[in-house]
């Protein structure tokens, strides 16, 4: 069965550390890998997406996401966390064939000043 | 290009009454869905639609009916609200392309009492 596991529904860091997001996929091959960030009361934002090649992935805001395919894992880092990186965090998964996306149940993030 | 809007963007309604929640995209996109956010549940999808003209049940669709309008609009009806049924609901669309991304809408606020 597909599924997206995120470890740590919250997860606390001080401003200017470094922020590290969990992200664990089941599948049998490689899905099509998503993070999105959720700001308060706002619909999704694609933050970056795995396409083949290169394993480490750049997004906006300065995040990046590694993809491990032994290891089935896609985080999210960041080097230094701003205040305005608090918000809920999603992983996402689209199988290889199918329409159907699965979404992590999400970090919340919330930085330190 | 306004993206995807939904509306209304909060609702009350009492067990028992019917609702339409509408969603419209302005991106030529063929995929659309539907999704209710609860908290520490992620996003579960309700139904979506590959193209227009067709419809498919996603993981929680008992209570929901959905119709694919147009190309542009997919509407979610809820027949005879359940306080269960208390949620915020998302629409998004997707264009045709392996590697592409979901686009969300706002969201709708809807509870039941």
């Known amino acids: 069965a597909q599924s997206v596991t995120q470890l740590g529904s919250h997860v606390s860091v001080s401003e200017g550390a470094l922020v590290l997001l969990r992200c664990n996929y089941s599948?049998?091959?490689?899905?099509?890998l998503f993070w999105y960030v959720q700001y308060p009361n706002q619909g999704l934002q694609l933050l970056l997406k795995?396409?083949?090649?290169?394993?480490l992935v750049k997004g906006i805001n300065g995040f990046e996401a590694e993809f491990k395919k032994s290891e089935t894992s896609f985080h999210l880092t960041k080097p230094s966390a701003h205040m305005s990186d608090a918000a809920e965090y999603f992983c996402?998964?689209?199988?290889?064939?199918?329409?159907?996306?699965?979404f992590g149940t999400g970090t919340s993030l919330t930085v330190i000043p | 290009n306004a993206g995807v809007t939904q509306t209304p963007k909060f609702q009350v309604l009492k067990t028992g009454q019917s609702m339409t929640l509408q969603c419209a995209q302005d991106m030529n996109h063929n995929s659309m869905y539907w999704y209710r956010q609860d908290p520490g549940m992620g996003l579960r999808l309700i139904y979506y639609s590959a193209s227009e003209g067709t419809t498919d049940k996603g993981e929680v669709p008992n209570g929901y009916n959905v119709s694919r309008l147009n190309k542009r609009e997919f509407s979610l009806r809820l027949e005879s609200a359940a306080p269960s049924q208390t949620s915020v609901y998302f629409c998004a669309s997707r264009g045709t392309g392996s590697y592409n991304e979901q686009f969300f809408g706002p969201g709708t606020r809807l509870t039941v009492l």
């Open positions: 599948s049998s091959v490689p899905p099509y």
């Open positions: 996402a998964m689209r199988p290889n064939t199918g329409n159907q996306f699965y």
């Open positions: 795995y396409t083949t090649g290169a394993t």
